[in-house]
């Protein structure tokens, strides 16, 4: 209290500041309030485009169709089959009788992969311990044909194992394969965290820099700039709805993948809410930068739309391993906040790591943060000029 | 009299261009300081410069007894500014862009809601009070943005090309709001391309290629140049430019 009092002393017109910076807040809700379309966009996209990367774009393998060439029609073939049959992953849609069918099933496109065993299957195993599977599967999408032959590969090993227990048959391969942190491949373990980079980024960046940028299209900048408001608090009141706003979806987005999905936050919520924080800032502070540089609504939707969404989609890891670049967009992933972002909520979400395993994220955002709102403050003084 | 503006050489240069050259003018306390020119002359360039929006590059001038050039913010405080373009915010009610200019210029709490009141009663839009401003014809909402410019008390309020697209009745009206107002001791300094309204000023300033090159009331410029109206006046003055409007 007494801390208070000497405060209001030393600063008598911090008060009426504060009512100033209110009203200003209130207006802002205002805009956004009464433009119903776009608040209902920006509440409903994260619910949108969870349940859209979560059921429709889906990269796990269910029911794919394979065919199978069996000339040998074994007991150890057939018991294979069945096992194949019986797996969710795969439905024997064919047996064929030839090589030559083969090539047609893949020309037609009826079958995702070919199980192809040699001759004398079961009696080639028994004596040379030695036997072929050929697994040939139509690559023009790689990732299904890799993720289709691996299945098949765990399938093949399973029996295996199960055979040498039971039948003391040897054996010639031991696959082993075992994936860490998430067994059952779920695709939402991946794009959780992506969409959560997308949205934060979409809603801070894209709705903060348009705001900015209509204030200048209307005319209104030019009233605000010769009004007594200061630059600064101009700034953090367009911010702060757009702020609470990612808020509100951030608590959605985990909401629906921690229930829908199935995807648990596995390590401690408080860190991935401060580096999210920390991230909802790098981009508030990049709508700033953007809408520093542009005078209308229909520019600043475009940068932010194709200069930070593209990036973010194609250079984040969030659809494409950032590993599998040439070296010169590996560097530029470097650039992206949200490939930070992204990495670091993977780290707490689904490997439960604590704070140490993302300070070098926490590290290189807040550092992005800081430069970039110099950069807006820096720039926005430059255009009053 | 009491001098509201006091302007001496003021001057500002981009690089070696002079948008405003050596400009010196006084506008007392009251009074309607029409100020003119072409597009291109330097108008709007001197005005941002008397609202502390931009700083010059020599002379000086007092707004409301503040100097622009080392105190910007107390000028804001004091000035009322409305702008060329319309500059309500179109998605709010007539109420809350009352509430939020109220609001940024600090005015208090207990006399927002009987100033808001009067307003609506002056300017007849009792009923329109919650209605959204771009369900307002273009009249009432220069004449809406008129008020709010002046809704905080201000010594001065700046007006840029208040009047454009406007129809000549309502013109006629707000020109009547600008008189009422400077009738409660407030100073309008006011630009326009109408030179029809250049009457209605108390002096007129008509700025050639960054320079001042006339100042007197209206009846003594006409006089001066032997023209019929101010139109003739600007004219003159106007053909001898060296820059092209843009």
């Known amino acids: 209290m007494r801390y208070f009092t000497a405060w209001r002393v030393m600063h008598p017109e911090k008060p009426i500041e504060m009512k100033q910076f209110i009203s200003f807040v209130r207006k802002e809700f205002h805009h956004i309030f009464r433009d119903r379309t776009t608040m209902a966009i920006l509440l409903i996209l994260p619910v949108l485009m969870l349940l859209l990367f979560g059921y429709a774009i889906n990269t796990e393998v269910k029911n794919s169709k394979i065919a199978v060439y069996d000339p040998s029609n074994d007991t150890y073939t057939r018991a294979i089959i069945e096992k194949m049959q019986a797996s969710e992953y795969f439905s024997v849609v064919k047996m064929l009788k030839n090589e030559q069918e083969m090539s047609e099933q893949f020309k037609s496109g009826e079958v995702k992969m070919v199980i192809a065993f040699s001759e004398n299957f079961h009696e080639n195993l028994l004596h040379s311990g030695d036997a072929q599977i050929a697994l040939i599967a139509d690559a023009t999408d790689p990732n299904s044909a890799k993720s289709v032959v691996n299945y098949a590969t ?19 391969i031991d696959t082993q ?6 067994p059952q491949m779920k695709g939402a373990y991946n794009f959780v965290p992506g969409v959560m980079g997308m949205i934060l980024m979409l809603i801070c960046a894209m709705m903060t820099s348009i705001s900015i940028a209509r204030e200048k299209e209307m005319g209104t900048m030019e009233v605000l700039l010769v009004s007594p408001v ?3 608090m101009l700034i953090i009141a367009k911010a702060i709805p757009y702020f609470f706003i990612s808020l509100i979806n951030l608590t959605t987005i985990l909401l629906i993948s921690v229930f829908i999905l199935g995807v648990p936050v596995a390590g401690s919520l408080l860190w991935l809410l401060v580096l999210s924080l920390v991230y909802i800032f790098v981009n508030l502070s990049l709508g700033l930068v953007i809408s520093s540089v542009v005078n209308n609504q229909q520019t600043a939707l475009l940068i932010s739309g194709m200069v930070l969404m593209l990036p973010v989609i194609m250079l984040s890891g969030m659809m494409f391993p950032v590993e599998n670049m040439p070296v010169f967009f590996q560097w530029i992933s470097q650039l992206i906040p949200a490939k930070w972002y992204i990495i670091g909520v993977k780290k707490i979400m689904i490997k439960g790591l604590g704070f140490s395993a993302i300070m070098p994220q926490l590290a290189v955002l807040s550092g992005m943060a800081v430069l970039l709102i110099a950069i807006s403050i820096k720039k926005f003084k430059y255009r009053l000029e | 009299m009491e001098k509201v503006i006091v302007v001496e050489n003021l001057t500002k240069a981009f690089g070696r261009f002079k948008a405003v050259d050596q400009i010196s003018f006084e506008v007392e306390k009251g009074e309607i300081f029409g100020f003119l020119g072409a597009n291109g002359a330097g108008k709007t360039t001197a005005m941002r410069m008397l609202c502390g929006l931009s700083i010059p590059t020599s002379g000086k001038a007092l707004v409301a007894g503040y100097d622009i050039r080392t105190q910007p913010e107390m000028i804001k405080k004091n000035i009322g500014y409305m702008s060329q373009k319309f500059a309500l915010y179109e998605d709010l009610t007539v109420a809350e862009n009352i509430r939020f200019y109220a609001g940024i210029y600090q005015v208090p709490e207990k006399e927002i809601a009987p100033r808001t009141q009067k307003l609506l009663e002056r300017l007849g839009l009792e009923h329109e009070k919650d209605s959204l401003v771009k369900s307002l014809p273009l009249g009432w909402k220069q004449k809406l943005a008129f008020s ?19 129809d000549p009745v309502t013109r006629r009206q707000f020109w009547e709001m600008i008189y009422e107002a400077t009738d409660s001791g407030i100073t309008v300094f006011v630009t326009t391309h109408y030179m029809d309204e250049a009457e209605y000023c108390d002096r007129v300033s008509i700025m050639v290629d960054g320079k001042i090159a006339a100042l007197d009331t209206p009846a003594n410029l006409k006089k001066e140049f032997d023209a019929n109206n101010m139109d003739e006046v600007f004219y003159r003055l106007a053909r001898n430019a060296s820059r092209k409007a843009d």
């Open chain 1, 154 to 172: 765990a399938i093949i090993a399973g029996y295996q194992m199960e055979s040498q227990q039971l039948q003391q048959i040897p054996f010639q």
């Open chain 2, 148 to 166: 709010v410019a002046v809704f905080h008390h201000p010594g001065i309020v700046f007006l840029d090309e208040p009047t454009g697209g406007v």
């Open chain 1, 230 to 232: 200061k630059p600064a």
């Open chain 1, 177 to 182: 394969i075992k994936l860490l942190y998430n």
